[in-house]
């Protein structure tokens, strides 16, 4: 459990904590949306938590449009992949995701794994949404 909540944590930003979680509450999920625009980059909104709280998001490989899932995810390192669960929404700007997967292109399905995490690094089970590109 020690090394499970140290490492979400890690993968938000925060640092380690050795004190057990005093909660296994974490943020809602459940409505989370995600739009994918050519320019402007990949929008992760519509969960909801409390300060303190977090969702680590990770991202697909651009797709063809017909699939309807994906195992494979990606994500990005440092502030772009998680959010404050208190303040949606996340916006990934197009040129991160450029970098690792090339151009996105309009028509293609991008697919977003949505983690929550508290505060004391229990995390939740995850949602997986998907987008075609605009």
């Known amino acids: ?22 909660t296994n509450v974490v943020p809602d999920v459940s409505t989370t949306n995600l739009t994918v625009s050519h320019t402007t980059g990949l929008t992760v909104d519509s969960f909801t938590g409390t300060a303190g709280d977090f969702v680590s998001v990770a991202f697909s490989p651009p797709l063809p449009p017909g699939r309807s899932f994906n195992k494979t ?13 208190a303040s ?15 151009t996105l292109t309009v028509g293609q399905r991008i697919f ?4 929550p995490v508290n505060q004391f ?5 995850p949602i997986i949404v998907s987008a075609i590109v605009t």
């Open 1 to 22: 459990m020690f090394v499970r909540c140290n490492t979400s944590l890690q993968n938000v930003g925060q640092g380690i904590e050795n004190d057990p979680p005093t």
């Open 73 to 85: 995810f990606w994500q990005p390192l440092g502030p772009d992949g998680f959010a404050d669960a």
């Open 88 to 102: 949606a929404p996340k916006v990934v700007a197009a040129a991160v995701y450029n970098a690792q997967f090339g």
């Open 112 to 115: 977003a794994r949505v983690t």
């Open 121 to 125: 690094g229990f995390n939740g089970a």
